[in-house]
């Protein structure tokens, strides 16, 4: 079977609409949301325009996609004020890393046959890059105070919005884990060297210091105040479509 010959006129005006539609609809559904989507077809335009010599361009129509999206999530996010700026993160990155689930495999001949080959990199990695690049790089010093004000305020947010938080940073980052050492070793093992004798009596310490604030708060939310960003923080500073018949 001959595969009719998709110019890159074809690939502007009919291939890439279906794609940029699809991947406008993964980028904004809410969990459990359905979509209205045709993976078959989809998988389909993909595998055509890799066929086609089309993927540097689908690549860089991706890229930019989704770094598009990208910077309106991160300006609405600046926008938010402080008692809703961790649970917007938390449903961003969420949303964010639950999309990537269904976008990377609608681009797996891409990634096989180009990304892979020619560009030695993972398309999975790329659009994590794109995430740390253009929200959590622009949000980490004002979400980190945040997030050390909740973790000594209890109860302020849930404890999994906390895990998921910090263990999205570390995955996205993990050099990250210098601004916080005590607040990612609450969710990271290993962090912290082990503890020592002559420490334990501090860490005793602590626990009696926050059982006394669990009972002065009387398990409220505690003080809404912020701390100024920074504060708490220390810094350290076609012959290949021809062999992939399998794939369907």
Same mark, same amino acid.
């Given at each position: 079977i001959v595969m009719n010959v998709i110019t890159i006129e074809d690939y502007k005006s009919t291939y890439w609409p279906k794609l940029d539609s699809a991947i406008d609809q993964l980028l904004t559904q809410s969990p459990g949301d359905y979509i209205p989507i045709s993976y078959e077809q989809i998988y389909s335009c993909v595998y055509k325009c890799v066929c086609q010599q089309h993927s540097e361009q689908m690549y860089s129509d991706? =890229?930019?996609?989704? !770094?598009?999206? *990208?910077e309106r999530v991160s300006k609405e996010l600046q926008a938010s004020?402080? &008692? *809703?700026? =961790?649970? $917007? %993160?938390?449903?961003?990155?969420? #949303?964010?890393?639950?999309?990537? #689930?269904s976008i990377v495999p609608l681009f797996i001949y891409m990634n096989? %046959?180009?990304?892979?080959t020619k560009l030695n990199r993972d398309v999975k990695d790329d659009l994590i890059k794109l995430f740390t690049e253009h929200v959590a790089e622009k949000h980490i010093y004002s979400l980190m105070p945040l997030l050390l004000d909740a973790q000594s305020t209890p109860f302020q947010i849930t404890p999994s919005t906390m895990a998921n938080i910090v263990k999205g940073l570390y995955t996205l980052r993990p050099e990250w884990v210098q601004m916080a050492p005590a607040l990612f070793s609450k969710f990271i093992p290993n962090i912290l060297p082990p503890a020592v004798e002559s420490e334990l009596q501090e860490y005793a310490? +602590? &626990? +009696?210091?926050? #059982? $006394?604030?669990?009972? +002065?708060?009387?398990? !409220?939310?505690? &003080? +809404? /105040? $912020?701390?100024?960003?920074?504060e708490e923080l220390t810094y350290n500073g /076609? /012959? !290949?479509c021809a062999s992939s018949r399998g794939y369907r």
């Amino acid at each position: 079977i001959v595969m009719n010959v998709i110019t890159i006129e074809d690939y502007k005006s009919t291939y890439w609409p279906k794609l940029d539609s699809a991947i406008d609809q993964l980028l904004t559904q809410s969990p459990g949301d359905y979509i209205p989507i045709s993976y078959e077809q989809i998988y389909s335009c993909v595998y055509k325009c890799v066929c086609q010599q089309h993927s540097e361009q689908m690549y860089s129509d991706l =890229i930019k996609k989704i !770094t598009n999206h *990208l910077e309106r999530v991160s300006k609405e996010l600046q926008a938010s004020p402080p &008692d *809703l700026y =961790i649970e $917007r %993160f938390n449903i961003a990155l969420g #949303q964010y890393m639950g999309a990537l #689930q269904s976008i990377v495999p609608l681009f797996i001949y891409m990634n096989k %046959f180009y990304i892979e080959t020619k560009l030695n990199r993972d398309v999975k990695d790329d659009l994590i890059k794109l995430f740390t690049e253009h929200v959590a790089e622009k949000h980490i010093y004002s979400l980190m105070p945040l997030l050390l004000d909740a973790q000594s305020t209890p109860f302020q947010i849930t404890p999994s919005t906390m895990a998921n938080i910090v263990k999205g940073l570390y995955t996205l980052r993990p050099e990250w884990v210098q601004m916080a050492p005590a607040l990612f070793s609450k969710f990271i093992p290993n962090i912290l060297p082990p503890a020592v004798e002559s420490e334990l009596q501090e860490y005793a310490a +602590q &626990d +009696q210091k926050l #059982q $006394r604030e669990l009972m +002065q708060n009387g398990f !409220t939310r505690g &003080d +809404q /105040s $912020r701390k100024r960003a920074g504060e708490e923080l220390t810094y350290n500073g /076609s /012959s !290949t479509c021809a062999s992939s018949r399998g794939y369907r």
